[in-house]
């Protein structure tokens, strides 16, 4: 897969398991899996660029004794991923289109 688009659909996948509420990098992961496999070196990166752009916010909580991070979605984040969700119902009408199976010669 093209290195920018697998970047555009990471981006997307990580906003949108935001969208259902705040969580961490170890469950972004595991609540991605069944989908697109993201390793958290590959993760965490994205959360922190995420980050920088506004689209995430982030807490700290203490949790078995160590402090875990909290990502949530932002209003900037949410219309990210409204705009990539328009866009990609274009790409997927294209690709349908040229999957389609027809006359062959």
């Known amino acids: 897969m093209d290195a920018q688009i697998k970047r555009g659909l990471l981006d997307a996948c990580v906003l949108a398991v935001l969208s259902r509420g705040e969580s ?6 595991q609540d991605t899996s069944g989908v697109m496999a993201i390793s958290e070196s590959t993760l965490y990166p994205i959360l922190r660029r995420l980050e920088q752009q506004g689209c995430l916010s982030t807490r700290s909580q203490e949790h078995g004794g160590r ?7 932002t209003g900037p984040g949410m219309e990210r991923l409204l705009a990539f ?4 119902r274009d790409i997927k009408h294209a690709v349908d289109y040229i999957m389609e199976e027809g006359d062959t010669p």
């Open 24 to 29: 961490y990098g170890y469950k972004i992961t």
């Open 67 to 73: 402090l875990r991070k909290y990502y949530r979605l």
């Open 85 to 88: 969700r328009g866009e990609w």
